[in-house]
């Protein structure tokens, strides 16, 4: 893991930067008189004209154990069972939390770990690469539909289409047992996750998403971040089970 263990941020510490390319300096970033990146300068373009998402990510921290953490009471209003099992994983300390357990954090929890991510532009669609538990999306930009009985996934399926500068991806198809923050707000089979990304300046992402999920939520709600641009990184590995410890040891009430 990049955060969190000391043990291995004692040995990244240790090691020479270069070694997994932690500190070598991107290609292509704009810097000012001084050489440091200029992350308020334009962002860049595609050759048909839209924003270049490309670039290693990270979100605005503090959001992981309660993504819904600056809305305002009632905004997200729960389903009464949804309401109730919320309170139980909070009574328990989110012990039953299969990311635990090395399944995928999946969306829209991987827009708020604090792990950095890669968004790559391919042929008819955007690869987005999460450090994360080693994981992956697909946003297919080719004009299909989102599938209407599809196999539910952790990740969920996605297509994406351009307004204007802002990239607007829609998503549908997870599993029902989805947790959206390490708090344990519930997503089920029937949440379709919009999310809206526009790059202002070189290295800065507005991000928006809105969480609608009937099952588990009276109303849609929406969540505002910001993803800062490392531009001076890259993933590493990232391998959930591998010599754990920790799941044992959860306690719970």
Known sequence: MRLGLVTI?????SAPAGAQWLQFPTPGVPRLP???????????RLPNGKPDLSGIWETTPGYTGNIAKDLKPGEVSFQPWAAALY????????????????????VPRENVVPYPFKILNSNGEIVILYEALHSYRQIFMD?????????????GYSIGHWEDDTLVIESSGFVDNNWLDNNGHPGTEALHLTERLHRRDFGHIDFKMTIDDPKAYTKPWVVNLVFNL????????????????DVSHLVGK
């Open 9 to 13: 941020s004692a040995m990244l510490a």
């Open 34 to 44: 001084d050489g440091k990146p200029n992350l308020t300068a334009p962002a860049p």
């Open 87 to 106: 309170k139980h994983r909070q009574d328990t300390l989110s012990r039953d939390d299969p990311q635990a357990r090395c399944v995928l954090s999946g």
């Open 143 to 155: 004009g299909r539909p989102l599938p209407k009985d599809p196999n539910p996934t952790w990740m």
């Open 230 to 245: 490392n531009p001076s990184t890259e993933l590493i590995e990232y391998v959930c089970d591998e010599n754990e410890k």
